[in-house]
Antibody, heavy 122, light 106 residues
Framework: QVQLQQSGPGLVKPSQTLSLTCAIS??????????WNWIRQSPSRGLEWLGR?????????DYAVSVKSRITIKPDTSKNQFSLQLNSVTPEDTAVFYC????????????WGQGTTVTVSS | SYELTQPPSVSVSPGQTASITCSGD??????VCWYQQKAGQSPVQVIY???KRPSGIPERFSGSNSGNKATLTISGAQAMDEADYYC?????????FGTGTKVTVL
């Protein structure tokens, strides 16, 4: 049974970097069939996919256009986890952040983390 | 960017059928997934590849997709089905989510 456990601060100051980690159990971040995603949810934006990292003989990333200049998603194979960094945050980045496992061929996002509420405020 | 439109709300009586629509341009050419999100919880996938149910999802949940519209059907709705529901597709190297539908069972 695959589980994702999120960790990270719930409060970030404007202009600083938001950092979250998602620890994987029951699967591998280096899986050749899975992709590891970050999604956020806010009343104004609804569910918004932010990006993903995945391994297919080498590491790849895809990022949403809306955050592409500010986002980094990285795998950590030694700890079997992956992370999100979002730079230069503003109050508009306040949201619940989720990590999730995705697949290929229309299988969608089948396992989700518990969610982390992140508030951007001074 | 690709857009998916859902009705804001749907009401259904217990034991009756609820249909939730998701509209998008040439949606039938894409695979659609559906997620259920109860208050204060993470989303849970209830349909993938248009019509398939993940393990553990009750048979009363079914999906279809054709033309410009996909539909999630809850047959014999129960009180426990009250939640927000979101459709989702993969388009231009991005996941795209629908606007969400609140299902009320009363």
């Amino acid at each position: 049974q695959v589980q994702l456990q999120q960790s990270g601060p719930g409060l970030v100051k404007p202009s600083q970097t938001l950092s979250l980690t998602c620890a994987i159990s029951g699967d591998s971040v280096s899986s050749n069939s899975a992709a590891w995603n970050w999604i956020r949810q806010s009343p104004s934006r609804g569910l918004e996919w932010l990006g993903r990292t995945y391994y297919r003989s080498k590491w790849y990333n895809d990022y949403a256009v809306s955050v592409k200049s500010r986002i980094t998603i990285k795998p950590d194979t030694s700890k079997n986890q992956f992370s999100l960094q979002l730079n230069s945050v503003t109050p508009e980045d306040t949201a619940v952040f989720y990590c999730a496992r995705g697949g290929e061929g229309g299988v969608g996002l089948d396992v989700w983390g518990q969610g982390t509420t992140v508030t951007v405020s001074s | 960017s690709y857009e998916l439109t859902q009705p804001p709300s749907v009401s259904v009586s217990p034991g009756q059928t609820a249909s939730i629509t998701c509209s998008g341009d040439k949606l039938g050419d894409k695979y659609v997934c559906w997620y259920q999100q109860k208050a204060g919880q993470s989303p849970v996938q209830v349909i993938y590849q248009d019509t398939k149910r993940p393990s553990g999802i009750p048979e009363r949940f079914s999906g279809s997709n054709s033309g410009n519209k996909a539909t999630l059907t809850i047959s014999g709705a129960q009180a426990m089905d009250e939640a927000d529901y979101y459709c989702q597709v993969w388009d231009s190297s991005s996941y795209v989510f629908g606007t969400g539908t609140k299902v009320t069972v009363l």
